[in-house]
């Protein structure tokens, strides 16, 4: 099993930045990937961010050139610093985590509440 623990959102004016962290316990040598989601009310989760164990990063272009995913070993918090942000990045923001690549996650963190305010 696998623990996540987000932390890090809250209230910002447009423009403005904030990162968030993600803690994992538990068997973290099974975990290939991570990632951010994040979900507005009404709405599917949206994938914002992952990361692989040889650090491969990807981006959904709505986020691209703005957030930016990392850790610096396997052990370590991943983060996700958002800059620029916009009020259509308010959402509660999810960390997960995946065993095999490219599938989808087999764990996930209570999320954060992001609120970007115009």
């Known amino acids: 099993q696998v623990q996540l623990v987000e932390s890090g959102g809250g209230l910002v004016q447009a423009g403005g930045s904030l990162r968030l962290s993600c803690a994992a316990s538990g068997t973290i040598f099974s975990i290939t990937t991570m990632a951010w989601y994040r979900q507005t009310p009404g709405k599917q989760r949206e994938l914002v961010a992952t990361i692989t164990s040889g650090g491969s990063t990807n981006y959904p272009d709505s986020v691209k050139g703005r957030f930016t995913i990392s850790r610096d070993n396997a052990e370590s918090p991943v983060y996700l610093q958002m800059n620029n942000l916009k009020p259509d990045d308010t959402a509660v923001y999810y960390c997960?985590?995946?065993?095999?690549?490219?599938?989808?996650?087999?764990?996930w963190g209570q999320g954060t509440q992001v609120t970007v305010s115009s």
């Open positions: 997960a985590a995946a065993k095999v690549f490219g599938s989808n996650p087999n764990y």
